[in-house]
Nanobody, 117 residues
Framework: DVQLVESGGGSVQAGGSLRLSCGVS????????MGWFRQAPGKEREEVAR???????RHADSVKGRFTISKDYAKNTLLIQMNSLKPEDTAMYYC????????????WGQGTQVTVS
């Protein structure tokens, strides 16, 4: 079974940067569609970005130009570089993947907190 473990969250001032990592075990990430999601208190979970098996990416409008999703194939790790952070980016961030060959996300990590003040 695939397992996901996020890291890299923390507290940062507005305008700062963070890089989140999601270590993957049980599957080779080149075979997986993967994504980053976030959920702020009192709000619904929203998709931040996804990267397809082809390497093509898609980012939410709210983070375009600021966040970049990528895969580190050597480390079998999903990454997201977050620049120009805003207070509204404060949330619990989760990585997710699909094991159906598509992008129906069904496996989730435990989450990592990002706080922007």
């Amino acid at each position: 079974d695939v397992q996901l473990v996020e890291s890299g969250g923390g507290s940062v001032q507005a305008g700062g940067s963070l890089r989140l990592s999601c270590g993957v075990s049980g599957y080779t990430i080149s075979m997986l569609c993967m994504g980053w999601f976030r959920q702020a208190p009192g709000k619904e979970r929203e998709e931040v970005a996804r990267i397809y098996r082809s390497g093509m990416t898609r980012h939410a409008d709210s983070v375009k130009g600021r966040f970049t999703i990528s895969k580190d194939y050597a480390k079998n790790t999903l990454l997201i570089q977050m620049n120009s952070l805003k207070p509204e980016d404060t949330a619990m961030y989760y990585c997710a993947t699909a094991t159906d060959g598509g992008c129906r996300f069904g496996v989730w990590g435990q989450g990592t907190q990002v706080t922007v003040s």
